[in-house]
């Protein structure tokens, strides 16, 4: 699990958007291409 990963929690995300979630889960699940998602 990555630093980022570690220091969200639950609280915060339900206090998102759904737009800002989304974007916070992307750039935690493909960090190297600042959220992008890539399938190798």
């Given at each position: 699990m990555?630093?980022?990963a570690r220091?969200?929690?639950l609280k915060q995300v339900a206090?998102?958007?759904d737009?800002?979630?989304r974007a916070l889960f992307?750039?935690?699940r493909?960090?190297?291409t600042?959220?992008?998602a890539?399938?190798?």
């Open positions: 990555s630093a980022t220091t969200v929690s206090r998102m958007t737009g800002e979630a992307r750039q935690i493909w960090p190297n600042k959220g992008t890539v399938c190798p």
